[in-house]
């Protein structure tokens, strides 16, 4: 099992690479945006690597860095989300705007990936949300302590569509403006109203 491969790049394509190991050329698929940051032909190489086997077919998958070989590996536990797809899903969106989609639950922007429809990208957010790791330099937030009834009203928003960061935030400025009025913040109705009303602006 091949995990990590360094030596010299004899060719890079957008999707494929070939680099020169101990005199043996190896042929490794990539992502789109690892293309970009390869260097030229001819220049040392390091990548992290995945090694897929099959009955048919040996294939290897290389990442510059750990954490986005970590994210190929997570989207290839997704049921119908196979290595070439992984990879397709990769070079449509940064991996950390990726794992920001996933976690916000943000199924329209992952729609917006060639491939992924939208059964694929509800299973994605489903299965993955709570197992990516936080955004790479920011420590994770804890979510603010919220009432039963904030829960409530949170959860209703983002059965309705609503990203949920983006719900946590106008639920947050309505009990912040609301503060001083009872019925604002007891209210399932007023609560949720006014979170709406700050979705819309």
């Known amino acids: 099992m091949i995990a990590h491969l360094r030596g010299k790049l004899l060719a890079k394509h957008p999707n494929q690479v070939v680099v020169e190991a101990a005199g043996v050329g190896y ?10 940051e ?3 032909n001819g220049a040392d190489v390091a990548l992290h690597i995945y090694t897929h086997v099959r009955e048919d077919v040996i294939a290897l998958y290389g990442f510059l860095r750990p954490a986005e070989k970590q994210l190929f590996e997570k989207l290839m536990t997704v049921s119908g989300i196979g290595p070439k797809l992984a990879v397709t899903i990769l070079s449509g969106m940064a991996a950390e705007d990726l794992s920001a989609a996933i976690r916000g639950n943000d199924v329209v922007r992952l729609t917006k990936i060639p491939g992924i429809g939208r059964k694929t990208a509800e299973r994605m957010v489903l299965e993955l949300r709570d197992k990516l790791p936080p ?17 409530d009203v949170l959860s209703a928003l983002v059965n309705l569509g609503y990203q949920r960061a983006a719900a946590e935030k106008a639920l947050a400025s309505v009990t912040k403006d609301g503060a001083g009025e009872s019925e ?15 979705l819309s602006k």
Do not use: C, W, Y
């Open 27 to 36: 042929e490794v698929n990539i992502a789109v945006p690892t293309f970009s």
């Open 38 to 40: 390869l260097p030229g």
């Open 135 to 151: 955004a790479s330099g920011a420590p994770e937030q804890p979510h603010p302590t919220m009432s039963a009834l904030e829960e």
């Open 184 to 198: 604002k913040v007891t209210s399932f109705d007023a609560l949720f109203r006014g979170a709406l009303a700050q």
